[in-house]
């Protein structure tokens, strides 16, 4: 596959797979304000931009519902949500050929409700008014559409090489950002396990599940009895669960591994054994053992192991040399 193609699938599904990752915190979030929590509104904010990575040029100024509008609908800041989908469009438009019409469809349509002219001139007025009321309505609409497009690339896409990119960049997304959120959330569930736990917290403890589109799954594996630790475990090491840590990387290992058998590239090992050697640690990680240890730490690091795997791929399947490619 040209190195191109396989850029742009690949930035196509992190671009998408970023945008619901965005809607659904924003959602969760602007939720949460009509229940009583001890949570301030300043804590749980920047909270979510902690979750976000620290989005450039994008600061709490006080009021939730601006931030909500920025974050969803500014595109002069690049973690938007319109921002991401429009990016993901582009880089659809320069494979259009090697996506299916579905597809491109969906991605199409999803990016014309969200430049229409109609869409900007009510976010404008809204913002002149001072309105207190978030984005709700179109943040579902956008996580049902990212949904929708993921269901037509599964049942309309060959599931050859192309497929797989995307399903790198799927999952290597969501398994920085679940670590991202992790991290955000540790200083109130994780850093002081012997602490008094208020009863409106579980409301918080929801919301992080519910960022992860987990609550109900949650409860189906642990019943409704929430507790930071059984969450922490849930979201990173359950196998079965699509959101979970060990689970994104379980399918970027058999993606990234189902590209070298495509490809015949044997230059393919180290990455293989990066995103192998990250994937058995999580499948033999015991809870216990990391929660005696750095949390943040652990976090950290897998958050650089995503990085060296992006890095690895892009040196391997998109920057690679002349020389390196008549190598295999």
């Not at 800041?77 to 597809?103: D, G, L, W, Y």
């Not at 922490?232 to 590209?259: G, K, N, T």
Request: a negative charge; one cysteine or more; aromatic letters at 8%.
């Amino acid at each position: 596959m040209l190195s191109r193609v396989a850029d742009s699938l690949y930035w196509m599904s992190r671009y998408l797979e970023r945008a619901e990752h965005t809607t659904r915190l924003l959602d969760v979030n602007l939720n949460l304000m009509l229940d009583e929590s001890s949570t301030s509104s300043d804590h749980r904010w920047q909270r979510l931009l902690l979750a976000m990575g620290k989005p450039k040029r994008v600061k709490w100024d006080g009021d939730p519902y601006a931030l909500a509008r920025t974050l969803t609908f500014d595109t002069s800041i690049k973690a938007s949500v319109v921002s991401c989908i429009m990016a993901a469009r582009e880089n659809a438009r320069h494979v259009r050929e090697q996506i299916s019409t579905e597809q491109w469809h969906r991605l199409n349509l999803l990016y014309l409700q969200v430049t229409s002219p109609e869409l900007k001139q009510a976010v404008q007025l809204e913002a002149a008014a001072g309105s207190s009321e978030g984005p709700t309505a179109f943040l579902q609409e956008v996580m049902d559409a990212v949904h929708q497009f993921q269901g037509v690339t599964d049942s309309t896409m060959s599931h050859g090489e192309g497929w797989q990119f995307i399903q790198v960049g799927r999952f290597l997304e969501r398994a920085s950002a679940t670590t991202l959120l992790l991290e955000a959330y540790h200083e109130d569930l994780w850093a002081k396990p012997d602490r008094s736990i208020e009863a409106n917290e579980y409301l918080e403890w929801m919301g992080l599940l519910r960022s992860a589109t987990a609550f109900e799954a949650f409860c189906k594996v642990y019943t409704a009895d929430l507790t930071p630790d059984r969450i922490l475990e849930f979201l990173l090491l359950d196998a079965e669960f699509p959101h979970s840590l060990r689970f994104s990387i379980d399918r970027v290992q058999c993606s990234l591994q189902s590209i070298q058998d495509q490809s015949g590239k044997t230059r393919a090992d180290e990455l293989n054994r990066i995103a192998g050697r990250l994937s058995a640690s999580l499948g033999f990680a015991s809870i216990d053992e990391i929660l005696v240890g750095d949390v943040v730490g652990y976090l950290r690091g897998i958050q650089r192991q995503c990085q060296s795997i992006h890095e690895t791929i892009y040196h391997l399947y998109v920057d690679y040399s002349i020389q390196a490619a008549l190598a295999g």
